[in-house]
């Protein structure tokens, strides 16, 4: 029995990679329908390794009959076109941040959180988390049920896929303009982003936080436990893919670096690469590509009670977006919460 899926962003970085992942890991679709905007209409992506879908217009699109929406347009489009599907009977998986905050939408980690699937019938909504917050609490979740994750301090090193093609066009003309020395001139950025860090990320708030600084400490607690407390300085970095995170976390209880690796190496979706020697531990530019969140330079922290830092990176195409997104999907037919509307 097949389902039928709807791409929207279908054009997009993420939007790509969900047809990619759907794909390869062979989720049972009978239709896949690739939706944009109306100036993206009559464009091709490709899906699986021979097939071809054309691009339809989102605004004309009628979503009675769909199964699953995965969305990616931008958090201002599925503000509109979500609510439609989810009114036409399409469960909407949506990796924008427009839901993500709303009570009754569940915010889901399929290997942290699985359970709050079931509340999803009040909108037939589901929201991806933040990229960077998914790696995070992945690897937090195993630790957590341990010892009791009290406090986060993490400083991120995201790449630019994170802020869309665009963004990943501006760090290769950059880079490459330096070479040739061509002035590098900000448009997507606020600063040049070729051998630069920029810290900051999404929007100022009044209290001098970004957004995604933000989104990292809320996300956290809704996913994963109310009482943690997190502070976050995002940065991004001039890496294509992946984002890098050093995490350093207080717990209730005592916990050991050899219990830490131990349940690490046991929790769904983690590869622990940690050996203290030149290269032994993971960055952006081999995990690329990857689904895993890999977990390095685990260590205790001396500085606070019952305390750990790690390093962990992982590809924000896949687990920090597609994949998790696909992952839900599945997690939906698993636990037959997924009721069938195409014909």
């Not at 709303?102 to 589901?126: M, Q, S, T, W, Y």
């Not at 994750?149 to 994170?162: F, I, K, N, P």
């Not at 070729?194 to 900051?200: D, R, V, Y």
Request: net charge negative; hydrophobic share 45%; glycine share 8%.
């Amino acid at each position: 029995m097949g389902y039928r899926v709807a791409v929207v962003g279908a054009t997009g970085n993420v939007g790509r990679e969900i047809l990619k992942t759907l794909a390869e890991r062979e989720f049972p679709v009978s239709e896949v329908i690739a939706l944009a905007s109306g100036r993206s209409a009559g464009q091709e992506v490709s899906f699986g390794e021979k097939g071809v879908l054309k691009v339809q217009n989102l605004e004309k699109f009628d979503f009675a009959g769909t199964d699953i929406g995965l969305f990616s347009p931008g958090a201002s489009v599925s503000a509109v076109h979500a609510p439609r599907a989810a009114a036409a009977g399409c469960v909407v998986i949506d990796n924008t941040s427009q839901f993500r905050m709303d009570h009754d939408v569940p915010l889901v980690v399929p290997e942290v959180n699985p359970g709050a699937l079931k509340g999803f019938r009040r909108r037939n909504i589901i929201a991806n988390p933040n990229c960077s917050t998914i790696q995070m609490v992945v690897a937090l979740k195993p630790l957590h049920e341990i010892a009791t994750v009290r406090r986060v301090v993490v400083a991120t090193y995201q790449s630019v896929s994170g802020a869309g093609k665009e963004a990943m066009d501006e760090l290769f003309t950059q880079t490459r303009g330096v070479f040739v020395n061509d002035a590098a001139t900000p448009e997507v950025f606020t600063k040049p982003i070729a051998f630069n860090c920029i810290p900051h990320i999404d929007k100022f708030m009044d209290d001098g936080f970004t957004k995604e600084e933000w989104k990292m400490a809320v996300e956290t607690r809704k996913i994963l436990d109310p009482n943690i407390q997190v502070v976050a300085s995002c940065v991004r970095v001039p890496a294509f893919i992946g984002h890098g995170e050093a995490v350093h976390v207080e717990f209730e209880r005592p916990i050991s670096v050899n219990q830490a690796w131990a349940a690490l190496r046991e929790a769904p979706g983690i590869t622990v690469l940690d050996r203290r020697e030149d290269g032994g531990y993971a960055t952006q530019v081999e995990i690329a590509g990857e689904d895993p969140v890999f977990v390095s330079r685990l260590r205790a922290d001396p500085t606070v009670p019952n305390g750990l830092a790690f390093w962990c990176v992982a590809d924000n195409l896949r687990k920090g977006a597609a994949l998790n997104a696909v992952q839900i999907a599945e997690e939906l037919v698993r636990q037959e919460l997924l009721e069938k509307q195409a014909a």
